[in-house]
């Protein structure tokens, strides 16, 4: 019997981008994407074209919103049993999801969406709408041999058996997705605690008396082991966004002083290369402004370091201005203009693609993964904002975003890089839970320089031991470790020792898979590794303060 295909697919989201990158994840000879960019749209299209295997239905849309949409479709009998998945970029509570379910949904997918598990779960609609118009067709050609009751038990037979190896192969999906999370997750720890041991010492001996050829390399394992970090960091922000686990902090800050912050990052690497940092700012931008600071210095960072990577000679300049504001929020564009070498025309579309770059040569000239601007676009996105680019060969090119800000009448927190240690803390005495002797030693090295008392314990038993018979004001909780590990220890000293003493994790895991389980077990915070010793010291502080 001659295939049904290619099937239909009805495609409806307000965002023209979403509708493309849907668009690209179905490539498919077997698929026709039909677009809707409104709901109103997607029950014009509905009400001429009825033949669609699957609607993937945008939930949060202008006028009519993705849970009216699908109760209008669920109304007409035609329409009513085309099975329709719910694409979200917010999942906050149960009574969201049965609001879902209620109007008439069959499935759920979170933004970012997993195009591994979008492309699974549409093949399973996809086969058993193929099997159905099957059998439909069989059905009418069996009923004047066989009867109705013969010919419906086969369909119910074949349809029960297409909708069994449907789900296998979503599972198979779903289960591949989580070996990958567990694998960076592995791979986080096992990179970052030699990493972690590496920029330590290196950071303490660069505090010693040295000669200019013994500081001249020690500041060239510091910049390297820096670049590994980097690229590290990438790699698990890429993880985390296909995941959907990217969280972005709402705290305030100085918009002004984190992009003085940042320019002095780079202030070595303009100098060695000749090259003027241009800073072009809006006084009109409100002082402080609420968001998340952090991850707009990775977007920037990103992008200036890609700027002077490819700019030879001349100028970059940081543009920062107000476009627009209200009582409420301030919109606000950033623009990274060098005059480097430029990316050719027919590669500006891919750019933001991950481990693209602007030629096949550009790794063995520059350097780089092609992760940066891929974590960029992710990173802007998710938070409402969009990224574009403008270039021309061996012109130079120009990168800016725009991000939306709340507005605030109060004060920054303090910024970490401002910590000092304050000379008159030394009464503060810690158990180091760590098993790995180099790692004991580097907190032995950056305590001392502290003024703080300390004992180590090689595991969480010896931990739980020492915690009997002596008292401390706060605990450092490595997690991965023989005998007893973290999380075994802190459940301990939570629910049989009932203490509520502080405990900060010290993780080489930031994929959040762990900082997910330091807080189900009762941890107060976490600090990475490799552990950057400001952090390290304004978190005890800060939570002895409390």
């Known amino acids: 019997m001659k295939a049904i295909s290619p099937v239909k697919i009805l495609l409806v989201d307000d965002l023209p981008e979403n509708l493309f990158a849907l668009e690209l994840i179905l490539s498919n000879d077997n698929y026709i994407c039909v677009k809707a960019h409104s709901g109103n749209e997607a029950l014009k299209i509905l009400l001429h074209e009825q033949d669609f295997a699957i609607i993937l239905m945008d939930v949060q849309m202008p006028g009519m919103d993705g849970f009216e949409t699908v109760e209008l479709i669920r109304g007409i009998e035609t329409l009513k049993h ?7 970029a917010s999942m906050d509570n149960s009574m969201h999801i049965f609001k879902g379910y209620q109007a008439g949904a069959v499935d759920y997918m979170i933004k970012p969406l997993i195009p591994e598990i979008l492309k699974a779960k549409v093949a399973v609609l996809v086969d058993l709408y193929k099997k159905t118009r099957e059998l439909l067709v069989q059905r009418e050609e069996m009923k004047t041999l066989y009867g109705d009751a013969t010919v419906q038990k086969r369909i119910m037979a074949e349809l029960t058996e297409a909708k069994s190896k449907a789900e296998t192969a979503t599972r198979i999906a779903e289960d591949a997705m989580k070996a990958k999370q567990q694998f ?14 590496i920029i330590g010492f290196t950071k303490i001996i660069l505090k010693t008396d040295l000669s200019v050829k013994q500081k001249e390399y020690l500041d060239a394992i510091k910049a390297s082991s820096d670049g590994l970090l980097v690229l590290i ?5 890429l993880a985390k966004v296909d995941a959907g686990k990217m969280t972005f902090e709402q705290t305030p800050f100085k918009m002004e002083f984190s992009i003085s912050t940042m320019h002095q990052v780079f202030d070595l690497k303009i100098k060695e290369k000749n090259l003027d940092l241009v800073k072009e700012y809006d006084n009109k931008i409100p002082v402080v402004l609420i968001g998340d600071s952090v991850r707009l210095h990775q977007i920037l960072l990103n992008l200036l370091s890609n700027a002077i990577k490819f700019t030879a000679k001349g100028k970059i300049t940081v543009t920062v201005r107000l476009l627009n504001e209200d009582k409420e929020k301030a919109a606000i564009e950033f623009a990274i203009t060098d005059t480097g070498t430029g990316i050719p025309e027919d590669k500006l579309e891919s750019i933001f693609e991950n481990f693209q770059q602007a030629t096949s040569s550009t790794s063995s000239t520059f350097g780089g993964t092609g992760l940066g601007l891929a974590i960029c676009k992710q990173l802007v996105e998710k938070q409402g904002g969009t990224i574009s680019v403008k270039s021309k060969v061996n012109e130079g090119s120009t990168f800016s975003f725009t991000l939306i800000f709340q507005k605030t009448n109060g004060e920054s927190e303090k910024e970490i890089g ?18 790995i002797k180099l790692n004991q030693l580097l907190m032995r090295t950056i305590l001392d320089d502290f003024k703080f008392k300390y004992d180590i314990a090689d595991n969480g038993k010896i931990a739980i031991e ?10 450092l909780m490595d997690l991965q470790m023989p ?5 075994e220890a802190t459940v301990y000293i939570r629910n049989t020792m009932n203490s509520k003493i502080p405990i900060i994790a010290l993780t080489a895991d930031v994929t959040t898979v762990d900082v ?3 807080k189900a077990v009762g941890m107060n915070d976490y600090v990475s590794k490799p552990l950057d010793e400001r952090v390290l010291y304004t978190k005890i502080i800060e939570m002895l303060a409390v």
């Open 516 to 518: 997910e389980k330091c």
């Open 184 to 197: 960076l997750s592995n791979m986080s720890h096992e990179i970052r605690t030699p990493m972690n041991a």
């Open 233 to 237: 960091n990438d790699i698990l922000d």
């Open 82 to 88: 085309i099975p329709i998945i719910f694409l979200t």
């Open 483 to 487: 005998v007893m590990n973290g999380f």
């Open 418 to 435: 401002a910590v000092k240690l304050d000379k008159e803390i030394k009464d503060i005495k810690i158990l180091v839970v760590e098993d």
């Open 466 to 475: 020492k915690l009997q018979t002596e008292t401390y004001d706060i605990i």
